[in-house]
């Protein structure tokens, strides 16, 4: 009672000395917000105009650090990754988080405001913007938490500030200024910031622009992941292998190129272990027969893949293809078919990835693999020529890890039979690796999958590579809820997952085609799909391959179609497992076959049966007799939701034809047709379950206490006193 008393004397006296006499006003307070400054990062001067002013003026007299002479503090932070925001280099992004927090540092050539944002399309509208400048005459930082509106590309100040300034300082051509916020703030005006790909956006404001925020000069965006783990290096020197294509003209002809170059394995005494890799990009376009000087300018490098080839007793020929330039895709020897096992998947955005500590992917062991073959896909939709030499950098060392790891590929085979309807906000197809594959080829112990890439084309929106165990959805191995074809890093699996013998294998694609008025094909080409998850893993196995797609005639079935003019459904499906290559056909489409081949520019990539679509002509049923596959398909009435969801459903949950491909190109066990596995789903794959309940919360004060009942009961009285205290003066 005594602490109590003493404590309300002293919010009277210090309410009585705080109550000012003045308004004071600070020299680097932030300006009232006019009419004059309501352009795209302005604030809004309607309705919102008052509310906004109202935050502006209490933020202005916060005792927070968010307005300080930043060049007496500076944060001395490690930087655990950093990345470019645009071509130029002019604006760079560098990061580090915690469990619960994360601190950024932004570095942009530029006298004006900055400022970054995040949201999971790629404008302003609703995102979660933070703004920052430093005062050009007092050379004090300031930042201001905002959001964008729903429906006009206008910035406004958010009712609580959940950014805290650290530092922030101009030199002669750059603005630098560090901030951090909570992962998950709580607050509806915030983005969360999780594991999924975001967008994260910037702006820059014309020279001078301190807290007035007229519109930006440059803007831009790219998908990122913020919550990556950490690389650590390796104790131990890295030798390398730089696995590249040596000069290659892509033409102007052709939107796609696939080209299969064989490489000879360095020579090596004893078996070492790959622990990493990373692209080596290295165009360079050709305008009008002159060479551009500038590399990687628009690089066409869409993906690449490095496999081994199954070991030949006979080498001369192998010696002779790895001295080669290499092959058009489709023209490839057929021995390189035997090379199957991916070492090493890169796609355009990620950076390459260094392997867990524990485990390496066997290179030059005694009786192993000396030939491997790089396969490089050019996305060339611009037409344009360019001269390439990019490839792969393979990080290898002698000091051999505790495991062999291998990778794994599985999803849906890639085919012309995997159709995605146009007009679909969300339509999706599986492909499964089924548990009597995983049963033949993986040992008793099961294995430890360690990281996993997920890999489709641009209408993807989500993956997420499922994990069933007999009738049990087990939490997700890995997902992408906001997919970008442009940023394809893999994802650790935090912890690894032990996946035992006869458990599934279920990688799931989500795509968005209201932009599109056609049917997408499966296939290579970037205007084509995949759905597909590279999975690291240890110990290896023999193991290189798990897929599946609809069986020929479930899938025609599915669209009407009964019988083809010139072939029946087994010669049909003949083709499609054989990668969809025409061959030995009937003198039915014979010309097809010719015109095929004269024509390269019809093709696309490894063509994987999207040619045979556009030649297969109805028989049954009448009603569309005379039509061939394709025209059929870009004719049926996309727009109808029963017809969709019905086609969607019994392509997804029906029958499946399965594959399970050994490393030495030998079946781990026989095609199969099988129905969709029968399993429990879980309903919620979030495991911490974070419940926030969305209230309006303040960030924590450098000194943080934990109270009580009774102190939250004397702040509040206390606080009343004081206002009653200003309201009597």
């Given at each position: 009672?005594?602490l ?20 004071y ?8 917000n ?10 809004q ?6 509310k ?31 990345e ?18 994360i ?29 920052a ?5 007092y050379g ?16 406004v ?24 916020r909570?992962?998950d703030?709580c ?21 001078g622009?301190d ?5 930006h000069?440059?803007s ?18 890295l030798?390398?292998?730089?696995v ?7 033409p102007?002809?052709m ?19 790959i ?23 628009h ?13 030949d ?9 790895s ?20 070492i090493?998947?890169?796609?355009k ?36 020529d ?26 849906v ?12 906000k ?25 990281s996993?890439?997920?890999h489709a084309?641009?209408?993807?929106r ?19 809820n ?7 890093q ?6 690894g997952?032990?996946f ?18 056609k049917p ?25 391959g798990?897929y599946?797609?609809?069986p ?13 003019y ?24 014979e ?6 081949v ?5 093709w696309?990539g ?8 556009k ?25 109808e939701?029963?017809?969709?969801e ?8 029906g029958?499946?034809?399965t ?8 079946w ?8 969709y ?6 309903t ?13 919360v ?13 102190i939250?009961?004397l ?7 004081c206002?009653?205290?200003?309201i009597?003066?």
């Amino acid at each position: 009672m005594r602490l109590q008393t003493v404590l309300i004397l002293s919010a009277l006296f210090l309410c009585d000395a705080k109550i000012p006499r003045l308004k004071y006003t600070q020299p680097n307070q932030l300006p009232t917000n006019s009419a004059q400054n309501s352009h795209s990062l302005g604030f809004q001067t309607e309705n919102k105009n008052d509310k906004t002013n109202q935050i502006v003026d209490q933020y202005r007299t916060r005792h927070r650090r968010e307005s300080f002479d930043s060049k007496a503090y500076e944060s001395g932070l490690i930087w655990a990754h950093t990345e470019r925001l645009d071509e130029n280099s002019d604006v760079i992004l560098r990061w580090v988080n915690t469990d619960s927090t994360i601190t950024f540092r932004l570095e942009a050539k530029s006298h004006g405001y900055v400022a970054l944002g995040f949201n999971s399309a790629r404008n302003m509208r609703g995102a979660d913007l933070v703004v920052a400048w430093v005062d050009d005459k007092y050379g004090n930082a300031q930042i201001l938490d905002c959001h964008g509106l729903a429906f006009d590309d206008r910035a406004v100040a958010d009712e609580v500030q959940n950014y805290e300034l650290i530092s922030g300082y101009q030199n002669d051509t750059h603005t630098i200024v560090e901030f951090k916020r909570q992962l998950d703030t709580c607050d509806r005006q915030d983005f969360v910031i999780g594991d999924d790909t975001i967008q994260v956006l910037w702006a820059l404001g014309p020279p001078g622009s301190d807290g007035q925020l007229p519109r930006h000069v440059e803007s831009g965006f790219r998908p990122l992941r913020l919550l990556l783990p950490l690389s650590k290096p390796d104790t131990v020197p890295l030798e390398h292998w730089d696995v590249r294509i040596n000069n290659l003209l892509i033409p102007n002809v052709m939107a796609t190129l696939f080209w299969c170059k064989v490489f000879k394995a360095p020579e090596l005494g004893q078996k070492h272990h790959i622990v990493g890799y990373q692209p080596i990009i290295d165009s360079k376009p050709n305008t009008k027969d002159k060479t551009i000087l500038e590399r990687n300018t628009h690089s066409p490098v869409h993906h690449m893949v490095l496999y081994e080839c199954v070991e030949d007793h006979d080498k001369t020929q192998w010696n002779e293809w790895s001295e080669s330039e290499g092959f058009f895709g489709p023209a490839r020897p057929g021995e390189l078919a035997t090379c199957v096992t991916p070492i090493a998947a890169w796609a355009k955005g990620s950076k390459g990835e260094f392997l867990p500590e524990n485990v390496g992917i066997p290179l030059g062991e005694k009786g192993g693999i000396s030939y491997y073959m790089l396969e490089v896909h050019y996305d060339n939709q611009a037409l344009h020529d360019f001269f390439d030499n990019s490839g792969i950098r393979i990080h290898y060392t002698p000091v051999l890890r505790d495991h062999d790891a291998a990778l794994l590929g599985a999803g849906v085979g890639v085919s012309a039979l995997h159709v995605i309807p146009p007009k679909q906000k969300a339509y999706r197809t599986v492909g499964i690796c089924s548990p009597e594959c995983t049963n033949s080829t993986m040992p008793e112990g099961g294995i430890n999958i360690v990281s996993v890439l997920l890999h489709a084309h641009g209408t993807a929106r989500k993956i997420s590579l499922k994990h069933i165990r007999g009738t049990e959805e087990l939490p997700r191995i890995s997902e992408e809820n906001t997919y970008d074809s442009r940023y394809q890093q893999s994802r650790i699996v935090p912890g690894g997952r032990k996946f035992y013998k006869g458990d599934t294998l279920i990688t799931e694609c989500t795509y968005d085609t209201t932009s599109r008025d056609k049917p997408i094909l499966g296939g290579y080409s970037a205007t084509q799909e995949m759905c597909l998850s590279f999975i690291l893993y240890y110990p290896r196995t023999e193991l290189a391959g798990c897929y599946s797609m609809t069986p020929v005639v479930e899938f025609f079935e599915t669209f009407g179609v009964k019988e083809f003019y010139g072939l029946n459904m087994m010669q049909v499906e003949n083709i499609f497992l054989s990668s969809g290559y025409l061959e030995n056909l009937p003198t039915e489409l014979e010309a097809f076959t010719k015109d095929r081949v004269v024509d390269p520019t019809g093709w696309e990539g490894d063509d994987q049966g999207v040619g045979l679509m556009k030649e297969l002509v109805i028989k049954e049923p009448l009603e569309f007799r005379n039509k061939t596959f394709m025209a059929h398909l870009n004719e049926m009435p996309w727009h109808e939701p029963l017809l969709t969801e019905q086609i969607e459903k019994t392509l997804y949950s029906g029958w499946h034809m399965t594959f399970c491909k050994k490393r030495d190109d030998s079946w781990g066990a026989p095609i199969q047709i099988q129905n969709y596995p029968n399993y429990t789903e879980i309903t919620n794959n979030d495991a911490s379950d974070k419940s926030c309940n969305y209230k309006s919360v303040k960030l924590h004060s450098t000194t943080s206490t934990s109270g009580s009942t009774t102190i939250n009961t004397l702040t509040v009285a206390i606080l009343v006193i004081c206002v009653i205290a200003i309201i009597a003066r």
